[in-house]
């Protein structure tokens, strides 16, 4: 099984940085890409970021320069960098992991349980 685990949620003020860290069992972490989500109340869950094996990286629009992702294949772990975070980034955020089935028909979407980031003065 993928089991993915995020921290490094939590209150920060309009303007401020917060660095999320996702950890993922298994030991084939490096062979697949990973992304981070997001979901506030009422909206639907929405691409923050992918990083692929290479390391080559895509973010949604509304990111404009101020988030960064990487990935530390070592560690089984990747990270949302979040700075100039404004209120409009509250949310829950998780890790996401697409992983094959069993008979590599199709693909599944793995997530964890999610870490609340909440930006408010």
């Known amino acids: 099984q993928v089991q993915l685990v995020e921290s490094g949620g939590g209150l920060v003020q309009p303007g401020g940085s917060l660095r999320l860290s996702c950890t993922a069992s298994?030991?084939?972490?490096?062979?697949?890409?990973m992304g981070w989500y997001r979901q506030a109340p009422g909206k639907q869950r929405e691409l923050v970021a992918t990083i692929s094996t290479g390391g080559t990286t895509t973010y949604g629009d509304f990111v404009n320069g101020r988030f960064t992702i990487s990935r530390d294949n070592a560690k089984y772990s990747v990270y949302l960098q979040m700075n100039s975070l404004k209120p409009e980034d509250t949310a829950v955020y998780y890790c996401?992991?697409?992983?094959?089935?069993?008979?590599?028909?199709?693909?599944?979407?793995?997530w964890g349980q999610g870490t609340q980031v909440t930006v408010s003065s």
């Open positions: 996401n992991a697409p992983r094959p089935n069993s008979d590599y028909s199709a693909w599944i979407d793995y």
């Open positions: 298994g030991g084939l972490f490096s062979i697949y890409s």
